[in-house]
């Protein structure tokens, strides 16, 4: 039998609220509301996020913000900062990429990582999410949820089970008793016009839905969304994660055997890495102006050191000898032990110019 996948999902608590907290502590354990004005008049617009305390005056996203301040005029109201939020994403990004082998950022917020080649089973995962947390909490001061499991659904439903700071892991031979008592509605990609259809068949858990026959959901809902509703029911997922999403970066990062400064220890694994990397690059054809060696020392601090190229390039000596220079310089830099390591290429470029994240 092949063995299950190990899919973290993240996402990270009452963002932009909590990017605010983070930005002006004095601000921090008050209601907190942020705000898309539409500049029409004073009030006009929508509330784009709260922090918890707000939510507890039923002020939440997508409200009008003429409605939050009936709620509680006295909460704090402030627009948002989207330069502030991208900064903190990218950082929290930078993090989960010394971690995961593959990631897909989905949002500004939130990404998958697999990590099946890091753990051996889903009690160290449980470990490593913590890890990812501290690093998260201690270097970018904010909080985050996690859910661990076989597959991209299960694991954003887990990621969503004990918010705030939350983490939740669903062993494959969980996911049916873990899913059974949820509403619908836990499910992505069931909306309210769905959920309310459901509902009138008398569905209101997600085992509920699971003992519909087949045939019954596709007579309703069409033979594609049918069935993805009744592989969903039952927690079956085999989407794969798709890497590049709005990254502009593909990267491999492996665990040595053991902890070492040993740079022809390590640059033998450069040496596979950077050839994954250049494998995934000419599948989708593309080349890059920037290269990363990555590293994780014994403490688990992520660091990398990269170099930008005068030119775009797409050839492997170019990743493999610009990766074994920075993993010298680094380590003449840094007298540690590596537990990880990583090769990173980034400013994609495809055969035209440079690419936009649209791309992805
Ligand atoms: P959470 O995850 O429930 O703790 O709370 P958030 O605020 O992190 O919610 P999430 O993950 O759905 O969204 C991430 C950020 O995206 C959020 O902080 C603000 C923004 N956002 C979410 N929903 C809306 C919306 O309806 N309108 C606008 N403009 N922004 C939104
Ligand atoms: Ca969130
Ligand atoms: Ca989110």
């Known amino acids: 039998m092949q063995s299950p996948r190990i899919i973290i999902h993240m996402d990270m608590d ?17 209601p907190v509301v942020i705000c898309v004005y539409s500049g029409r008049s004073k009030d006009s617009g929508a ?23 009936k709620l509680n005029p006295d909460a704090i109201f402030l627009p948002v900062n989207m330069e502030l939020y991208r900064k903190v994403s990218l950082e929290i990004m930078g993090i989960l ?18 990590i099946t080649g890091n753990v051996d089973d889903f009690d160290e995962a449980r470990t490593y999410s913590l890890m990812i947390k501290k690093e998260i ?48 509605k836990a499910l992505p990609g069931v909306g309210s016009k769905t959920g309310q259809r459901l509902n009138e068949m008398n569905i209101r858990t997600i085992g ?5 026959p087949g045939d019954v959901l596709i007579r309703e809902f069409g033979k594609a969304r049918g069935e993805w509703l009744k592989q969903a029911s039952k927690g079956i997922d085999d989407s794969p994660l798709e890497e590049h999403e709005g990254s502009g970066q ?43 060696f990555i590293a994780i020392a014994t403490d688990l601090k992520t660091r990398a050191k990269s170099h930008t190229l005068s030119v775009p390039a797409k050839d492997l000596d170019t990743i493999k000898s610009n990766a074994h220079e ?29 690419m936009t994240l649209g791309d992805f």
């Not at 509330?47 to 301040?69: D, L, Q, W």
């Not at 053991?258 to 593309?286: F, G, H, P, Q, W």
């Open 14 to 30: 009452y963002f932009f609220a909590q990017c605010e907290e983070k930005k002006d502590p004095a601000i921090k354990g008050k």
């Open 47 to 69: 509330v784009s996020t709260s922090n918890y305390e707000a939510r507890k005056f039923g002020i939440k996203a997508g409200i009008p913000i003429s409605m939050a301040k």
């Open 97 to 114: 990429r010394g971690y995961c082998g593959d990631i897909e950022q989905k949002s500004i917020d939130e990404a998958f990582c697999d």
């Open 137 to 184: 909490r201690e270097k970018v001061g904010l909080t985050c949820s996690i859910g661990v499991a076989p597959n991209k659904l299960v694991a954003k439903i887990a990621s969503d089970f004990q918010k705030p700071d939350g983490l939740t892991v669903v062993k494959p031979e969980e996911v049916r008793g873990f899913l059974t008592a949820l509403e619908i």
């Open 208 to 212: 509920d839905l699971s003992t519909l």
């Open 250 to 292: 593909i990267g491999r990062i492996a665990t040595l055997k053991e902890d070492t400064d040993d740079l022809s220890i390590i640059s033998e694994v450069i040496n596979s890495l950077s050839a994954d990397v250049y494998r995934k690059l000419t599948d989708r054809k593309i080349g890059f102006r920037s290269i990363a």
């Open 326 to 354: 920075l993993a010298k310089q680094f380590l003449v830099e840094n007298p540690v032990r590596l537990r990880r390591i990583g090769v990173r290429v980034g400013n994609l470029v495809k055969e035209k110019g440079q």
